[in-house]
């Protein structure tokens, strides 16, 4: 289970991400920046081992911990969401996805003859801010809104009054065919939207990633080769491309998340559930709202028992995280920190996994735990869960 953007530190190299006249993302801390700004209890993710990760100040180190703990470094240069997660299973980058201020002319004349139409935006932004300061005149003129961030990524927000739902994604779909080659990015992302001039709403739930494929075979097509189940949550199918998986499973908010892995674990899978709560990022890092990803924490935190609940004798549950998003940091974007590992089992004493070399470990120690064969990156930490 991903904690999208609940980072416990920055990285060594975190100077060189980021705006470095501030000094980069060097000191960033989303966990800690976020308890300190707003404070909340985590009982339940304290009993884990939260707390006896190494950098992680701001929660109480306990004795026995429920759970193995540790904290990863991320080998491939980035700190999105394709990257993190294309390197949990496997796949570490050697270049970073390309970013832009701007699209070129050229690209975004291609983008409106797919939609029939001219464009309205074409800059890096904020994505509430820019449907805040173009929506009006996106109902005036039904023009789809484009808009791009720090992140390697291409954005079409559009009101679904104005541009149904299958439309929207029908352009993205026709923009990822457009970025590819010299001008690959990561994600096109469908954003939806609601509401009326001072009053927008985006529909996290109706958001879809278009994401580029993972250029080599990652864990997950290991697994489901090998007969496996792979149950994507959330948006990691979109991650992804949708390649690996044998179900899928929509869930919007991360409430609904949790909700659905619980369901998947009762039923019982032989593999994988692999699910992303989003939140923690879209809703709150991004729009530095501290006080609002403090809420998220704890409401996460009430559900921890019933997710522990449901893991059955020799069964592992885990929670990482694949960035960082520390919303007391400058700017609206990713921060590049280390991702948080936390691993249980039942009956099994936690351990201190210290500083793993690679998100990749993660997926390495999926397949020990299966007992199946991966000759990728990554390390696996199997025999400390029993």
Not at 51 to 77: D, F, K, Q, W, Y
Not at 213 to 223: I, Q
Not at 341 to 362: C, H, I
Request: proline share 5%; aromatic share 6%.
């Amino acid at each position: 289970m991903v904690l999208d953007s609940v980072g416990v530190g920055a990285l060594p190299d975190a100077d060189g991400f980021g705006d470095r006249s501030q000094g980069g993302d060097a000191g960033a801390h989303t966990l800690d920046h976020t308890l300190e700004r707003a404070p909340v209890s985590l009982p339940n993710l304290t009993a884990l081992g939260l707390g006896n990760i190494e950098g992680v100040a701001s929660l109480p180190a306990i004795t026995n911990p429920l759970a193995s703990h540790g904290r990863m470094r991320e080998l491939s240069p980035g700190k999105d969401t394709t990257t993190g997660h294309w390197e949990f299973m496997g796949v570490v980058l050697d270049h970073p996805f390309r970013t832009f201020e701007r699209f070129p002319e050229d690209l975004m004349a291609a983008f409106d003859a797919i939609t029939g139409r001219p464009h309205l935006g074409n800059y890096a932004a904020s994505g509430t801010e820019i449907i805040a300061e173009l929506g009006e005149e996106h109902l005036r003129t039904g023009d789809p809104i484009v808009y791009t961030s720090a992140d390697s990524v291409f954005q079409v927000a559009a009101h679904v009054g104005v541009v149904p739902l299958e439309t929207l994604y029908a352009w993205c779909e026709g923009a990822r065919r457009l970025l590819v080659g010299e001008n690959a990015v990561a994600r096109v992302i469908a954003r939806p939207f609601e509401g009326e001039p001072g009053a927008f709403t985006r529909l996290g739930a109706a958001r879809r990633d278009f994401s580029l494929a993972p250029e080599k075979a990652t864990v997950l097509d290991v697994l489901k080769s090998l007969g496996r189940d792979v149950v994507g949550v959330g948006k990691v199918p979109d991650i992804y491309a949708h390649r690996g998986f044998t179900r899928e499973v929509k869930a919007g908010t991360n409430q609904e998340g949790v909700d659905a892995t619980i369901r998947q674990m009762e039923k019982g899978v032989d593999g994988l559930v692999m699910t992303n709560l989003v939140e923690f990022d879209s809703l709150y890092g991004h729009r530095r709202d501290a006080a609002g990803y403090s809420r998220a924490l704890a409401e996460f935190d009430a559900r921890v028992p019933e997710l522990l609940a449901a893991v059955r004798d020799g069964d592992v549950l885990m929670l990482v995280s694949d960035h960082g998003n520390d919303p007391t940091w400058y700017g609206t974007d990713h921060t590049r920190e280390h991702g948080l590992l936390l691993a249980y089992s039942p009956g099994v004493p936690g351990s201190d996994l210290g500083t793993r070399e690679s998100f990749a470990d993660v997926g390495a120690t999926v397949a020990e735990l299966l007992g199946e064969v991966w000759g990728g990156p990554g390390t696996g930490f199997g025999a400390a869960l029993g």
